[in-house]
């Protein structure tokens, strides 16, 4: 469809150079945090994961763009540098004209530059992107660089970018400079429902457009979400080319495409126990429920059961006639979650296979009746047993009691309507 067509004046999600708008995200907000953190410590060097279109890139930009002018800031590609070639790039960066230098002078002039700028003025903050794909020399001479120190402070700010994890790169013996000062392992998260929402109007309205709900409607911003997984670079290209395959406003769900996603970069073992090892539980898990394609529900899993069922008294309630009174139960143990079918009539699914108990992972389907519920959990991403997870038979038999306790409360809140219909009145 033409931009004009749809009252737009310019291409609102740009796949190449700046965007149009910035638009602000719980995980984008966390990662300006862990950057403005690194700048801040004496002794500052973050890792900031993400997959390939997680948005990194649009963050640094954005968090470089906002600091004072006079910050003397060097953003790297590091893909394939060896070590020449990092010292090079990074020199260049902070304004050198190179002539023909060996290592070691290289080497010299950028431990020279950074204890002059940290001595006079702040600590020269360093960005290598694809630091996954350095030489191994080249991680030498970063390890080199990491240990640079002016009175108790380092004098090199560093923050470490890859689309996969960094820590077991970080954790060998070999980068022990490195490791010691690791001050964030921060991994970008993908968007919610309503953050991807308003990241698709805010852009089109950046772009010109008065009525965004007339081009996107909610539940086709719903379908792009899904789509796309939540990650912002890929929602703009799905969105994008939802839009020019479009002929008529608004855009229906069949102009969705729906590629094949990255998974996240965090490492959900690890990651989970580091969190618990510093008092932060990890996030709970989010339920989905949906009808016929439609979203209905958006429920945080914040207790350690939930119930779901025909009947009101459960805390997934859903009313189907293909679905029991009480129809099948999740149980939540440290960062796993277990799914139990309650022997209901129709039976529970996961990912369209019949189940009867089940460890979840993260964007399983589950089926009851003809509704479907998606699990998010993007710390769980092993398949793994009920005995591999340490599923303790107290922890099911106490949440089955308090299951039978329900039922019990439930049955007497029903039978004293029943009952006091054919009780005589006081006095008679």
């Known amino acids: 469809m033409d931009l004009g067509a749809a009252g737009l004046n310019e291409q609102p999600f740009r796949t190449h150079g700046r965007p149009l708008s910035t638009v602000a995200y719980a995980s984008q907000s966390d990662a300006l945090k862990v950057l403005e953190e690194t700048c801040t410590t004496p002794h500052g060097l973050s890792l900031l994961q993400g997959p390939a279109l997680s948005g990194k890139t649009t963050v640094i930009r954005q968090f470089v763009d906002a600091l004072p002018e006079d910050s003397s800031v060097a953003i790297v590609d590091g893909n394939g540098l060896n070590t020449m070639g990092l010292l090079e790039a990074v020199l260049r960066q902070f304004g ?35 630091m996954h794909a350095l030489n191994p020399s080249a991680l030498r001479a970063l390890c080199e660089l990491a240990s640079l120190n002016y009175r108790g402070r380092s004098a090199l700010k560093i923050v470490l970018v890859s689309d996969r994890s960094l820590l077991s790169i970080i954790k060998s013996p070999a980068m022990h400079s490195i490791n010691r000062r690791l001050t964030r392992d921060f991994h970008l998260r993908p968007m919610a429902n309503a953050e991807a929402m308003d990241f698709l109007y805010a852009k089109l309205r950046a772009a010109g457009c008065v009525i965004p709900e007339f081009i996107f409607p909610a539940s086709v911003c719903t379908d792009l979400w899904r789509a796309s997984g939540g990650w912002p670079g ?75 069922g025909r ?58 009746g003809n509704h479907r519920i998606k699990f998010n959990d993007p710390h769980a991403t092993s398949r793994d047993s009920i005995d591999a997870v340490e599923f303790a038979d107290t922890v099911i038999m106490k949440t089955l009691d308090d299951m039978r306790e329900l039922l019990a409360q439930e049955n007497t809140a029903v039978m004293p309507v029943a009952l006091t219909e054919n009780l005589p009145t006081s006095g008679i």
């Open 234 to 308: 890929i929602l703009d290209r799905i969105a994008l080319l939802s839009l020019a395959k479009a002929e008529t406003l608004p855009v229906s769900s069949e102009q969705v495409e729906r590629p094949v996603l990255p998974h996240g970069t965090w490492d959900s073992t690890s990651f989970v126990g580091a969190q618990q090892e510093k008092g932060v539980p990890p996030e709970p898990p989010t339920l989905y429920v949906s009808f016929d394609g439609e979203t209905l529900h958006e429920l945080t899993f914040d207790k350690q059961r939930f119930l779901i």
């Open 311 to 368: 009947s009101e008294y459960n805390d997934v309630p859903i009313s189907s006639k293909f679905i029991s009174r009480h129809h099948a139960l999740l149980v939540r143990h440290g960062s796993a979650t277990l799914l139990m079918d309650l022997n209901s009539t129709n039976g529970t699914f996961v990912n369209s296979r019949r189940i009867s108990n089940h460890v979840l992972i993260h964007e399983d389907v589950i089926t009851v």
């Open 96 to 130: 050198y004209v190179l002539d023909h230098s060996s290592t070691s002078e290289l080497l010299a002039m950028l431990r020279v530059f950074a204890l002059q700028q940290t001595a006079k003025h702040e600590p020269p903050l360093l960005i290598i992107e694809n």
